[in-house]
Every structure is written in structure tokens, then in C-alpha cells.
């Protein structure tokens, strides 16, 4: 969350500061549950409030992730950098998983690509990420 926070506008003000809550109020959840095969994460809204700022990011108990690039596991803080992405409202720089790369010169590499491989990271915002990012709340 800090990472999309650090994002500034072109004259260099701030957008949004947001912080992960983590009180007995906080409607903000991240936990592993069953989803439909080939999905690594996904995120909703609380369905109880029915509002994106309160968030449920649900993790698939069929893959393995861990805290770095291991063989065979998704990097944690890639997957949720990205999910909280979609939070904020910001699309995949393209919608196909089938394509390899769209036309956006860093698709490999963005965070909000639809394609994430275990074994690698997308930790770092890209232009993609940051200017989609920005034409929300500039
Ligand atoms: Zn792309
Ligand atoms: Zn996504």
C-alpha cells in the first residue's frame, strides 16, 4: 500500500495516503481460500458492505507463495501489491492471459499485468502502473 501511496502527481503533489488498518474496526481482510482453478488471488469487495475501500484479498490454497522468488511459488508482495491495485481501480494493462505482452513497453514487468509466473517478482510500480494510477486520482 505504501508503494501505490508513493506515487505522486506530474507537479510532484500527493494523491492518496493510504494505510493498511489493522485494528478490530478494520473491515480489511487477507486470508487463502478455494478459487477457481489457474486463479492465484483475487480480490472483492466486503460483500457485507459492498464499498472497494473495504477489501477481503483471498489467496488460492492451491498454489504456494512465499516471501521471496522461490522455485514454484508466487511472491506474496507481488500478488498483493497487485491486488491492491485493482483496490484503487487500476485495470491490467491488458485482459487476454493468453497474450504474451500487449502493446505497453513493460507489460512483462507490471505489476498490474495478468500474468504473474512463480518464481519471479513485480515489486516495483512501472510507468504502466503509476500513470494508470495516476489518471484515477490526479
Ligand atoms: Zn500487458
Ligand atoms: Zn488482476
Keep these: 500500500m505504501t508503494k501505490w501511496s508513493y506515487v505522486q502527481a506530474d507537479d510532484g503533489s500527493e494523491l492518496l495516503n493510504s494505510v493498511l488498518t489493522n485494528d478490530s474496526t478494520s473491515q480489511c481482510r487477507i486470508y487463502f481460500d478455494y478459487l477457481p482453478t489457474g486463479t492465484i488471488?483475487?480480490?472483492?469487495?466486503?460483500?457485507?458492505?459492498?464499498?472497494?475501500?473495504?477489501?477481503?484479498?483471498?489467496?488460492?490454497?492451491?498454489?504456494?507463495?512465499?516471501?521471496?522468488?522461490?522455485?514454484?511459488?508466487?511472491?506474496?508482495?507481488s500478488v498483493i501489491l497487485h491486488e491492491l491495485g485493482h483496490a484503487?481501480?487500476?485495470?491490467?494493462?491488458?485482459?487476454?492471459?493468453?497474450?504474451?505482452?500487449?502493446?505497453?513497453?513493460?507489460?512483462?514487468?507490471?505489476?498490474?499485468?495478468?500474468?504473474?509466473?512463480?518464481n519471479s517478482q513485480q515489486r516495483v510500480l512501472k510507468n504502466y502502473d503509476k500513470d494508470s494510477y495516476r489518471s484515477i486520482y490526479a
Aim: aromatic share 8%.
Design 88 to 118: 484503487y481501480g487500476v485495470a491490467h494493462c491488458h485482459n487476454d492471459v493468453n497474450i504474451v505482452a500487449c502493446g505497453v513497453g513493460s507489460c512483462p514487468y507490471n505489476v498490474m499485468s495478468p500474468v504473474l509466473s512463480s
Design 41 to 77: 488471488a483475487r480480490i472483492t469487495p466486503n460483500p457485507d458492505l459492498g464499498d472497494l475501500q473495504y477489501v477481503w484479498i483471498r489467496l488460492s490454497n492451491s498454489h504456494t507463495f512465499s516471501d521471496s522468488a522461490q522455485v514454484g511459488a508466487y511472491d506474496l508482495q
